[in-house]
Structures are given as structure tokens and as C-alpha cells.
T-cell receptor
Framework: AQTVTQSQPEMSVQEAETVTLSCTYD???????LFWYKQPPSRQMILVIR??????QNATENRFSVNFQKAAKSFSLKISDSQLGDTAMYFC????????????FGKGTLLTVNP | DAGVIQSPRHEVTEMGQEVTLRCKPI?????LFWYRQTMMRGLELLIY????????DSGMPEDRFSAKMPNASFSTLKIQPSEPRDSAVYFC????????????FGPGTRLTVT
């Protein structure tokens, strides 16, 4: 069975600073995909960033980047230059690379960006 | 593209009533997923379809829940009879090989059963 663990239920950061959200996972698959989703108060789930397990290079999307440590099964999200609009729940998710397209989600981290 | 469309956005019903949630996936997407989100259990996959065929319904909580996808552009999730513990936000998501299997979520339906 696949599991995703987010050990930080809540975090806060000052506007313009950098924050890192943690995620660890467990899977027996050799090929898989990792995702970070953002859920603002509007409740809409928005894909932030994706990482393929076979790629060693860490994914980056503008102010968002990941630190993917495959051996440690760790997948943290770094948000640089935090903005008020980054305030949201952030979910880490895992999908195997085979024919099963199930996403397994962590419990989420509530990030608050303070002015 | 309009994205994944769900209706209604909010539903309040009494225990014992039938509830039907609706979803229109992104055009061209051949996978459709139904999730339930609660404070206690987080986000759970209920069922997913590929090319309108149910592939995995192991997350459907019990026989009161049923899902259908009569065509590529429409799916329903039905609860009959509804119970207060069914209160949750229900999300529909869709994906395709063209989107590298990334799932795109609808805005969700907040269901309250009194």
C-alpha cells in the first residue's frame, strides 16, 4: 500500500520570505509520480508542481521548487518570496507509474502567509 | 477550456433523501475520478473510470453509493439513502495521457445531510 505523510499540520511565514513544506512517502513501486496540490479557501484544488521519480533533477515552477530525495522517500516543497495569495492548504500526493491511476494524498499542511 | 464542471456547488438535504452529484470532465480527458474530502479522513478516492468504464470502485464506502458515466462528458455520483455522515466535499477530477495523467479538479460540491 502507498502512504503519504505530511508531518506539519500548520505553518506560517512572513510575506516575501521562504518556507519549506515537508512530505515523506512510501511505495514499493520503482516508477511513480509525486505532486503538490494547493487548496485555497475557495476550495479549488490546484496543481502546483509535479515530479517524475525517474528524473533526478528537481522540478521548478516559478517561485515553487521541490527537493526530491528518492532514497529517503522525501518530497519537500519550497515556496520562495511568499505572497499573501499563497495562503492555502497544501497536499502532497503520490501516484504509481503503472496502470493504476489512483492518487494517494497526505493529510495536508495549512500554510498562512502573514503581511 | 472551461475546466471540470461540477453541480450543484452546495447541496443541503435531509437524512434518507437521494442525492445526485454531477460532473462534466474536461473535453478529451478519458479518466474521471470521484473523491470525498472530510476533516477526519482527508481526501479519499471513491471510484475512477477510464473510457466510461469503472476501473476501481474499492473506495466506495457502501452500497448506498453508486456512480455512473453514461458518456465521455458526464458522470454522476448518487447517494441513496443519504446519512449525516455523508456530509463532505465531493470532488470530481479528470485526466488524460495528453495531460501526463495529472488530475484536474472541479470546484467540488459541499454536501450537508441533516
Amino acid at each position: 500500500a502507498q502512504t503519504v505523510t505530511q508531518s506539519q499540520p500548520e505553518m506560517s511565514v512572513q510575506e516575501a520570505e521562504t518556507v519549506t513544506l515537508s512530505c515523506t512517502y512510501d511505495t514499493s513501486e520503482s516508477n511513480y509520480y509525486l505532486f503538490w496540490y494547493k487548496q485555497p479557501p475557495s476550495r479549488q484544488m490546484i496543481l502546483v508542481i509535479r515530479q517524475e521519480a525517474y528524473k533526478q533533477q528537481n522540478a521548478t515552477e516559478n517561485r515553487f521548487s521541490v527537493n526530491f530525495q528518492k532514497a529517503a522517500k522525501s518530497f519537500s516543497l519550497k515556496i520562495s518570496d511568499s505572497q499573501l495569495g499563497d495562503t492555502a492548504m497544501y497536499f502532497c500526493a503520490l501516484r504509481s507509474g503503472g496502470s493504476n491511476y489512483k492518487l494517494t494524498f497526505g493529510k495536508g499542511t495549512l500554510l498562512t502567509v502573514n503581511p | 477550456d472551461a475546466g471540470v464542471i461540477q453541480s450543484p456547488r452546495h447541496e443541503v438535504t435531509e437524512m434518507g433523501q437521494e442525492v445526485t452529484l454531477r460532473c462534466k470532465p474536461i473535453s478529451g480527458h478519458d479518466y474521471l475520478f470521484w473523491y470525498r474530502q472530510t476533516m477526519m479522513r482527508g481526501l479519499e478516492l471513491l471510484i475512477y473510470f477510464n473510457n466510461n468504464v469503472p476501473i476501481d470502485d474499492s473506495g466506495m464506502p457502501e452500497d448506498r453509493f453508486s456512480a455512473k458515466m453514461p458518456n465521455a462528458s458526464f458522470s454522476t455520483l448518487k447517494i441513496q439513502p443519504s446519512e449525516p455522515r455523508d456530509s463532505a466535499v465531493y470532488f470530481c477530477a479528470s485526466s488524460s495521457q495528453g495531460s501526463l495523467y495529472e488530475q484536474y479538479f472541479g470546484p467540488g460540491t459541499r454536501l450537508t445531510v441533516t
